[in-house]
């Protein structure tokens, strides 16, 4: 299907709608507490600014990426045939050109924070790109993802601290494990709705494979370990109470995210997946901030 040529506004909107622009939420609010955690408060307004940049750069070119490699099994899906690509509302050359100016600008932003985070932007990358490969030929995509969206809390704290240094570096290494826990556990839910389309395209997922009470009960694991590595992260930084706050009601939210999604009932999974991961990107953003002025 060839694509149509929109005017400008509701281009911009149709990419925006592609890369879903707004759910850089789940990842930005890591960045900044990689940065702030780094920094023992705010950080400079030149690595503020510079982290923003990257993050969203970075998000752009993680799902324009996505949208193009995947736009012929998304063609064949169901439930994402009307996205942009496949229903010819963009052309997959236009989705291509985002995401390589995308990873231009990463590359900038990374140079203009200091030589260290240049030098591992190559890494950042490469797995931008290769994460979207890996439900081609293994189940644990879900780790992939989530080690892809570890680079944010690092990135942030290396653009503070540009040091591999031990043992200063062991919470960012935490943080990281958290964020890595985090979103390989959402994703296996959010995987659980395409079972039956990825077993006959012969694609891989931990529910695919093995089950969807499989999967489930490895998304719970991966964010009890969420949970853990974030605890880690509080003590050896000692942070004050807020912290240990916002990691109860993170704890509260995952559990009600939980019970939202059953073996024998997958209806509520984008409440599950959008709007309770959300909150908790939120809250541990805002109660991390509130324990370093505490």
Known sequence: MHATRPRLP??????????????TIFALPFAYLGSLLAAGGFPSLSVFFWVTVAMAAARTAAMSLNRYIDRHIDARNPRTARRPIPAGQLSARAVLLTALLSMAILVVA?????????????IALAALVFYSYTKRFNPL?????????????AGGWL??????????????LLLALAVALWIGGFDMLYACQDVEFDRR?????????????????????????????LIGVGVLLGLGWPFYLGLAITAGLLIWEHSLVKPDDLSKINLAFFNINGYIAVVLFVCTLAALYV
């Not at 990374?110 to 190559?122: D, K």
Request: hydrophobic share 50%; net charge negative.
């Open 10 to 23: 509701r281009s911009i909107a149709i990419l925006s709608e592609n890369i879903k622009f707004e759910h």
């Open 141 to 153: 995509c879900h780790v992939a993802l989530g080690l892809t969206d570890a680079i944010a809390p």
């Open 201 to 229: 395209e012969g694609l891989h997922s931990m529910p695919a494979d093995y089950g969807v009470p499989f999967g489930l009960t490895m998304a719970r694991t991966f964010h009890v370990g969420m949970l853990a590595a």
């Open 159 to 172: 653009a503070v601290r540009p040091s591999f240094a031990w043992p200063e570096v062991a919470p960012m």
């Open 110 to 122: 990374a140079y203009m924070l200091n030589p260290l985070c240049l030098l591992l932007s190559p």
